[in-house]
């Protein structure tokens, strides 16, 4: 027998490879043994097979189907033809990272639902570059929140922040702008703006995706509390990104600038 062959429990040792997934890849005519032993059926592979076992390997853990891995092991694929595939499984795994950190930014807010609800915290808020759409008289938020996030999906990027500004103007307290934080981008009938840089006492609300809503929650808070402010604005940071015109609850953080 060739002293380069090697049982298949030595050749799944040295490249990582399962007998299951080596059964498997003989099946599917991607990896065959290079001898089957005619009286006991044992598998032996040959030493110059590892790099091709190594590559199957890698190919499978970036996604190939079955199918693709044979077409690219046969060279049956042209250079251009492999590139693209590669290109194909790249925005796929991708889309799984964005999924996964979408999840994640449920999970977060849940977790401010079950924890932080009706909770005040005071805190120092380090300053974010922020694009500011300034409302006109009378818009209504909700709707204008929803048109920010068709700005975000035409351009293929997602606000990291959802802030709605308000100023308190002789005891009225009225929206003026809504700012996203959004990572290296620049948006059409949105100004750059900065953002906080100050300290703050932070109320956590479940409120009704109104703007009246959120204004007499504004009013309660201020009334309830003896909070002396910096500036005359206060910031809603909401913290769910469901849509915003339909939904029966908003998870808000009101922000207070105080001194």
Do not use: W
Not at 161 to 179: G, M, T
Not at 191 to 203: A, L, N, P, V
Not at 225 to 253: A, M, Q
Request: charge should be negative; glycine fraction near 2%; include cysteine.
């Amino acid at each position: 027998m060739n002293n380069n062959l090697l049982l298949i429990k030595e050749f799944s040792q040295l490249t990582g490879l399962s007998r299951k997934a080596l059964y498997l890849y003989e099946q599917h005519n991607i990896l065959n043994p290079a001898f089957i032993h005619p009286d006991n059926d044992y598998r032996y592979y040959d030493q110059n097979q590892l790099l091709a076992a190594k590559r199957i390997r890698l190919l499978k853990q970036a996604g190939l189907t079955l199918d693709e891995i044979r077409e690219v092991i046969y060279e049956k694929l042209s250079e251009d033809e492999i590139n693209n595939l590669i290109e194909e499984k790249t925005h796929l795994e991708m889309g799984k990272i964005k999924a996964a950190n979408q999840a994640i930014e449920k999970l977060e807010t849940l977790r401010h639902i079950i924890t932080e609800s009706n909770k005040v915290k005071k805190e120092y808020l380090e300053s974010v570059n922020v694009f500011e759409y300034n409302l006109t008289p009378n818009e209504n938020i909700c709707v204008a929140l929803n048109n920010s996030e068709e700005i975000m999906k035409q351009l293929s990027v997602k606000a990291k922040e959802k802030i709605i500004k308000y100023k308190l103007i002789d005891n009225q307290i009225n929206p003026v702008s809504i700012a996203l934080q959004v990572e290296n981008e620049e948006l059409n009938n949105f100004k750059s703006e900065i953002y906080f840089g100050i300290e703050t006492t932070q109320f956590y609300y479940d409120i009704d995706p109104y703007q009246e809503e959120s204004v007499v929650k504004i009013k309660e808070i201020m009334d309830d509390n003896t909070l002396e402010l910096s500036e005359s604005y206060v910031y809603e940071r909401i913290l769910n990104s469901d849509d915003y015109l339909y939904s029966s609850k908003r998870l808000s953080i009101f922000i207070f600038p105080t001194k």
